[in-house]
């Protein structure tokens, strides 16, 4: 049976923002750092990753092509829900759209980050960008539900599993079989993941964050294992650290581990940035450049999978997510031993410290 979207008459994606040329590139690190313990240097490093590809951050243009892909799936699946898009640090701001779509008449709304996790960083924030928009219109202000951490869905695993076997079948074949997969995700303060997820459920060390890269992990080599017939070793590995060297941040970095990894004689990884959703600034800098310098330095094989992207079952699964939303009956689908997460977050899961 199709279900409809009745409950909701607009769709909002939600994203990170990205600058879109070298003017913009100052500004935008301004806008991502006000009020963050970020060091001078560090901010001047990354500054130069975005002037390395012309201050262009390609998360804008994945932005508009999940939109296209999305508005394409919700036609053809008679889903009729005009679709918005709102970042939180560069145009078009989530102010701004919510603003727009306040005089459009827009009343309820359903909205997707494009973070996949629970934590502060991941979803909290954008929480708290959706009641900063809602505060600047006043009480009229559109309602918007959040869809919750994703990370754990059919579409999404897929949509890796099927990036990772392709990036396995890359690796010539006399590497092939004794290759490692490397998980990649956003490193965060060790204070920040252990306050992620609801603190009344025990997660282990790393908190919800941890817990669910771990478990997404897991189900991404499972698949691929039943799809390859090779259950490939594979660990989680962190990239992309800020922050004062003094305040502890999840480890290891995917560097360090590299070097590890040389010394213990592994000639041959696949890189799956597992916790993004798209291949923005952090994946091909971080990875496809400064990891990738690593490996070669080292004399390992480095493969990059892709991250969800575009892909179908990916984009499928916005779909299926707003469709689950609308209809507070239907299952919340979720892969994961951890369950699905909450529709509503509790008010204190996922606090910054
Ligand atoms: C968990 C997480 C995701 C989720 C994964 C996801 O959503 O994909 C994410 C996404 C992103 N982070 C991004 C960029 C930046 N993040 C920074 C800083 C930080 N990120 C953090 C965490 C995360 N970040 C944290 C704990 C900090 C420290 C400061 C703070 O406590 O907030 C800084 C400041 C300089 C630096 O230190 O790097 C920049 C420029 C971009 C845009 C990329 C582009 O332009 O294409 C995206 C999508
Ligand atoms: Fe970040």
Redesign the pocket.
Known sequence: MQRTAQPYDAFLLL?????EGTEDVIP??EN??RG???PRE??AE?GEH?FMFDGI???NQQCRDLIAAIETDFARNGVELPVYWGNRNWDPFVEHTLARMHEQGIRRVVALA??A?S?Y??HRQYLEDIERARKAIGPQAPEVDLIRPYYDHPGFITALAEHTREAVNRVPDGLRSETRLLYS?????TA?AEASGDPRTEHGPGGAYVAQLAEAARLITEQVASELGTAYPYELVYQ?R??PPSQPWLEPDINDRLEELAASGVRSVVVIPH????D???VIYDLDVEALETARKLGIHLERAPSPGVHPAFVSMVRELVQERSDPAAERVSLSRLGPCPDVCPVDCCMQR
């Not at 994203?15 to 600058?19: A, E, K, N, Q, V």
């Not at 995700?185 to 303060?189: E, G, L, V």
């Not at 916790?275 to 798209?278: D, M």
Request: hydrophobic fraction near 35%.
């Open positions: 994203s990170f923002g990205g600058p935008f690190l991502v750092t963050r313990n970020i560090r901010l990354v975005y951050s390609p998360i494009t973070s996790h934590s960083s991941s995700a956003h490193s965060i303060p920040m992309s800020s922050g916790g993004f959703v798209s923005h600034m952090e």
